[in-house]
């Protein structure tokens, strides 16, 4: 089945060493994006690729970073994380046109 | 500017209860309107949509009807199941003004057996 796949599920670092998080699709989409959930809230938007277009949120703190080598994988880097990153990080992607995003199932960052 | 605001959770019911989860929004476009599902560890999934105002998007005996003259998009099911156990998110998308999914702040709704 056509997914998008995030891996690991469960992802453990130590107080500011580098984490990276990643991301696949066999969707073929053209936009993909990185969310950070905190406990009990809504997904907020870090960043988003529209194809090679790179978009970054005004408030996305510069700890953060993505790439996207090619079509299917996009990658989070976290470069110094604090105990306050610690959370959900949820890579979804869309074609851009009406039908919403299809999410992954996410990957529980926790900082120690 | 755009938002969606849900009513505040949790919201617990016995099984086979009726279910309203309000979503109410503001846009300054012509949003597309979604619920999504996320159960405990997991990711979001999608629940059902409505692209146009009075469409009605289904799924799985849950259903809500894009109300335009009231921007509202509530969530209803006439019979909740223990699995429904989950937070429900309501989310719009404007596709001509970037495509960002907005979403509500969720709703929780724990069901009982």
């Known amino acids: 089945d056509a997914m998008v796949i995030q891996n690991p599920r469960y992802q453990v670092t130590q107080f500011g060493k580098p984490v990276t998080l990643s991301c696949s699709q066999t969707?073929?989409?053209?936009?993909m994006y990185w969310y950070q959930q905190k406990s009990s809230q809504a997904p907020k938007l870090l960043f988003h690729?529209?194809?090679?277009?790179?978009?970054n949120e005004a408030d996305t703190p510069d700890n953060f970073q993505s790439r996207r080598p090619n079509t299917s994988f996009c990658f989070l880097d976290i470069r110094s994380p604090g105990l306050g990153d610690a959370a959900m990080y949820l890579c979804?992607?869309?074609?851009?046109?009406?039908?919403?995003?299809?999410f992954g199932s996410g990957t529980r960052l926790t900082v120690v | 500017g755009n938002s969606v605001t849900q009513m505040e959770g949790p919201v617990t019911l016995s099984e086979e209860a009726f279910l309203t989860i309000n979503c109410t929004y503001t846009?300054?476009?012509?949003?597309?309107l979604f619920w999504y599902v996320q159960y405990p560890g997991e990711g979001l999934q999608l629940l059902l949509k409505?692209?146009?105002?009075?469409d009605k998007g289904s799924n799985k005996g849950f259903e809500a009807t894009y109300r335009k003259e009231t921007t509202s998009f509530h969530l209803e099911k006439g019979s909740v199941q223990v699995s429904d156990s989950a937070v429900y998110f309501c989310?719009?998308?404007?596709?001509?003004?970037?495509?960002?999914?907005?979403f509500g702040q969720g709703t929780e709704l724990s069901v009982k057996p």
């Open positions: 979804a992607t869309s074609t851009g046109r009406v039908g919403g995003y299809t």
């Open positions: 846009a300054t476009g012509y949003p597309s």
């Open positions: 409505a692209t146009k105002a009075d």
């Open positions: 969707l073929n989409h053209n936009v």
């Open positions: 989310a719009l998308i404007i596709y001509n003004q970037g495509g960002k999914l907005i």
């Open positions: 690729y529209y194809d090679k277009d790179f978009n």
